[in-house]
């Protein structure tokens, strides 16, 4: 049997994303997988489990990208890109109509441009901005007041679509959002509203500093976990004045790092993976676990 898939990874923060992709480059399948703060074990895991749905002679190369791919790439024989390019490289090959990429993770967020303020457009990536430094712009900024609220963060994003009039809630600092958040539950504020309130002021965030300094040209794509909640894709239209088509969601937001990953491997040398290694991936950062794979 001719090796004909690839393996891409996107070890991010918060979650291992991993894809499964043919040679037309068509996703056969995605994994989006909590961590919990183990990714590398984590990510051997769901490698192992692919392996053994697929087999891994049929493998012809793994491509991996985020805070941890570079570990990843380095134990597996894999190739390491960077998540920037990563995200820019399979915007432009599944939805060439987008412009912008707005891309909101676990603990930082990032504004890609893929066509510059002069109008022309660069095949991966034109300029770029990120936040890595304020909780306030982030999923880990939900989560948290998910947590506080006793939601899941699906109840939570739902949540946020009943509301009609979202308070005003500090949005340049967690510490300040969240007494704002009390201070609205100590008036009786309806906790559809208060989050409503929380995912306008991540948007208003992520704008004031992320997207300060550039032309946000539609359409944009919304891509990364966050791009699961309805309620900050509601605050995305409203804040960025997007209607219809100008906000693109991919089918595969969670993945399109991962995708991104091993369309731009592809187009360079690579090595047969390496998937031995396996173990010493799953004991990167918990040793002693080897000998559960």
Avoid at 42 to 59: C, M, N, P, Q, T
Avoid at 136 to 144: E, I, R, S, V
Avoid at 184 to 196: R, S, Y
Wanted: glycine share 10%; proline share 4%; hydrophobic share 45%.
């Amino acid at each position: 049997m001719s090796a004909d898939l690839w393996l891409g990874l996107d070890v991010g923060s918060i979650s291992v994303n991993l894809v499964v992709i043919g040679e037309d480059a068509t996703v056969l399948e995605e994994q989006y997988l909590r961590h919990h703060g183990q990714p590398m074990r984590v990510a051997a895991e769901a490698i192992r489990s692919a392996l053994d749905r697929y087999g891994r002679e049929r493998f012809a190369g793994l491509a991996a990208t985020g805070a941890g791919g570079r570990v990843v790439a380095s134990l597996l024989g894999g190739v390491f890109v960077n998540e920037v390019v990563a995200q820019g490289a399979a915007t432009s090959a599944l939805y060439p109509q987008v412009n912008t990429i707005i891309e909101i993770g676990g603990e930082d967020s990032k504004l890609i441009l893929l066509r510059d303020e002069r109008g022309h457009r660069s095949e991966q990536v034109a300029d770029f901005a990120m936040n890595a430094m304020c909780a306030a712009g982030t999923g880990c900024f939900l989560d948290q007041q998910a947590s506080r609220l006793g939601l899941t963060i699906e109840e939570f994003g739902q949540a946020a679509l009943k509301s009609e009039h979202p308070p005003r809630v500090a949005g340049r600092c967690s510490v300040f959002a969240k007494s704002d958040m009390i201070h609205l539950q100590q008036k009786a504020t309806p906790e559809h509203d208060i989050i409503a309130g929380l995912c306008f002021a991540l948007v208003r965030n992520f704008k004031s500093t992320v997207g300060s300094g550039s032309a946000l040209i539609p359409p944009v794509s919304f891509q990364g976990g966050v791009a699961a909640n309805p309620g900050i894709v509601r605050a995305l239209r409203e804040v960025f004045e997007l209607e219809g088509d100008d906000l693109v969601i991919p089918e595969h937001f969670a993945a399109m790092g991962a995708i991104g990953a091993v369309l731009v491997a592809r187009r360079g040398a690579f090595c047969a993976p390496q998937f031995d290694n396996l173990p010493q991936l799953a004991a990167y950062v918990a040793p002693g676990t080897e000998k559960a794979l």
